[in-house]
DNA sequence: AAATAAGTTTCATATTATGAAATTTATAAC
DNA sequence: GTTATAAATTTCATAATATGAAACTTATTT
């Protein structure tokens, strides 16, 4: 592992929503670096456009990142299929629809799109939450037994009043998944939340994503509680029928 | 200047829609080093989830990138902000809207969209053209003097037909678009694309941006024209308003 | 089954990053 | 306007680390 290499990932990861500029200082310190390292390769980063340079000698995100983001979406060729497919579900109920995909214990946010009219909920593209306690994640879980042994091996911890904590339950709620071809989090990763995920399968027929719809509890077991699961699961099949898979 | 972590922004930037997925003697030899030099580079970035490791021993852009750039979003509170009024604007015509900054000399492009019928166009979020060769770019140079140096000093080219390459006819085009207050790109940085764009202010009163809509040269000069250089202009206005300008 | 090509690992060496200290720059206080 | 303070930046000798040749492994093709 090449530690320069590293340290500059670090340094572009201290910067936030929360703290969007910083001085070489604040991320020296941060980092527990000497202020001389971390002005090294923040020069470096700089030159690079990774980070720009302040008029008043601080610094923030710089644009080379949106070019390289762009990337990572064009490559996905799920990201373009999705889209139009997505939008089609959000625009028939009140919530915000995620796309995630697996990653190192987590399931990460490739996709967000919300209603006009939805309530805030605190994930954004590339964000992450522990998959055992998220309704996409747990679709993952259920149809991808490495990422159930990867997730169990990290442990399992309360996120929400009704997180599964307990791993024979997991796997249990994990069958209920297959036998029932979608996963539902009821408060079980965000207090109030209430999400229904259904999976998504590559032309292999492997499930290598999942979609979802999230909502206030009220609202997701409201009168169109079974409306919202066939669009759900609808919009699944729909994405992987564009990625090539044909159902048996 | 930290040379590992130069070449591992190299190796990410050999990624790119045309070549999402790249095996490791691919990008040793797009940039000349050793495959064991590029293999370590790599080897770190897929740890830091930059990069990500094909079962087929490939690599392609990591979901750590949609995370980072998540960030350069939140920072440019002109993002949050301007995305519903370029919507509006786009809505009430057919074309592409972007907005543009302005960083070493060229124009970044850091909002994207098209209605729906719009022709395609060849930029995207993160990409960049000539400051002198767009509308969006001769906004930003006939409001800052510093930005104009420094695009004088890279030299002009001809990108399309009407690309202005001669410094005194640059310079008496952006004294026009301060008379007028827009400016218009018509064929001089894509055959066929004619644009019009108009300033954005901070508070300070400062251009940091530009709002162009673009199109074929023959709708955008039709019968509407007129309208839509008053709806540019005033997008650019609810968008400066938005960030705090007080108009004087 | 052999051949080929690419990915990966190892390791001695040369290169390069490191951090203490000095210098410069900007900001705050007087 | 001067001094004080804090942070950013630069320098440079030294310690740490990246480098690439070669060996090895894995996968694919003939």
Same mark, same amino acid.
């Not at 605190?122 to 593209?125: A, F, G, R």
């Not at 998959?131 to 998220?134: F, I, L, N, S």
């Given at each position: 592992m090449i530690e320069s290499v590293k340290k500059a990932c670090y340094i572009i990861s201290c910067f936030s929503s929360e703290e969007p500029v910083l001085g070489n200082a604040e991320i020296a310190g941060k980092l527990g670096m000497s202020p001389s390292t971390t002005h090294h390769l923040i020069s470096t980063l700089c030159n690079e456009g990774v980070l720009m340079r302040d008029k008043d000698r601080r610094y923030r995100l710089g644009w080379k990142l949106l070019e390289w983001n762009n990337n990572v979406m064009f490559q996905q060729d799920i990201y373009d299929k999705a889209i139009p497919l997505v939008k089609d579900l959000i625009s028939r109920f009140i919530g915000t629809a995620h796309i995630g995909m697996f990653d190192k214990g987590e399931v990460v946010f490739v996709l967000k799109i919300s209603s006009q009219e939805a309530s805030p909920i605190?994930?954004?593209?590339g964000s992450r939450k522990p @998959?055992? @306690?998220?309704s996409t994640g747990k679709v993952l879980l259920a149809y991808n037994n490495d990422y159930l042994k990867e997730t169990i091996e990290r442990g399992l911890s309360q996120q929400a009043p009704n997180t599964i904590t307990n791993i024979e339950k997991l796997k249990e709620d994990l069958k209920k998944v297959r036998d029932v071809g979608y996963s539902i989090s009821n408060n079980e990763n965000s207090t109030g939340t209430y999400a229904i995920a259904a999976p998504i399968l590559s032309y292999s027929g492997k499930t290598i994503a999942a979609v979802n719809l999230a909502g206030p509890v009220s609202y997701m077991q409201g009168s169109n509680q079974h409306m919202i699961r066939q669009s759900v699961i609808k919009t699944a099949d729909s994405i992987s029928k564009e990625l090539g898979y044909i159902e048996v």
């Open positions: 605190h994930t954004y593209i @998959a055992y @306690a998220t």
